[in-house]
């Protein structure tokens, strides 16, 4: 009976893990940079992968990866516009398992970034760690201008 419980009790610990990393949180970010356009794929989902300036507060902002899925009858983030000036609104989970410093976002960890206009330069020697969100189509509300 004791050994039935501790398993029950681990299956819905487990369960609530579950939930709450997939918890969506409402983000408004600017693109910097696409680091990672995968070719799209007319059967399967695809993604692209940018560094974008998140807005945690007014005048305060910090660098996140941002991982966009999307299916073959959607459209790419970068589609709306690489432009810095544009600050979109998303819905996006966050991922610990994909957090890279700036240096290893990229294929096989070589940086070879589509900047957005007018974006900043990314400074590549930057040992600080991403925070990684991943949204899709379905969550991506708006640019805003």
């Known amino acids: 009976m004791v050994a039935v419980s501790g398993i029950v ?20 970010v600017r693109l910097v ?15 692209e992968v940018f560094v974008a300036e998140q807005e945690i507060a007014k005048d305060e902002t910090r660098l996140v990866k941002l991982v966009y899925n999307f299916l073959p009858y959607q459209p790419r983030l970068s589609g709306y516009a690489l432009d810095y000036s ?48 991943q949204t899709s189509a379905e969550d991506y509300n708006k640019p805003l201008h």
Not at 9 to 27: I, Y
Not at 33 to 47: D, E, G, K, V, W
Not at 111 to 126: E, H, N, T
């Open 9 to 28: 009790a681990h299956e819905s610990a487990a369960a609530e893990l579950h939930w709450q990393s997939s918890k969506k949180e409402h983000l408004k």
């Open 33 to 47: 940079a696409l680091a990672i356009a995968y070719p799209r794929s007319s059967y399967f989902s695809s993604q």
């Open 86 to 133: 544009v600050e979109h609104d998303i819905l996006a989970a966050r991922d610990p398992s994909c957090d890279e410093t700036l240096g290893q976002v990229g294929l096989q960890g070589q940086p070879m970034f589509k900047y957005a206009i007018d974006s900043p330069a990314l400074d590549l020697k930057a040992r600080r760690s991403l925070r990684c969100y």
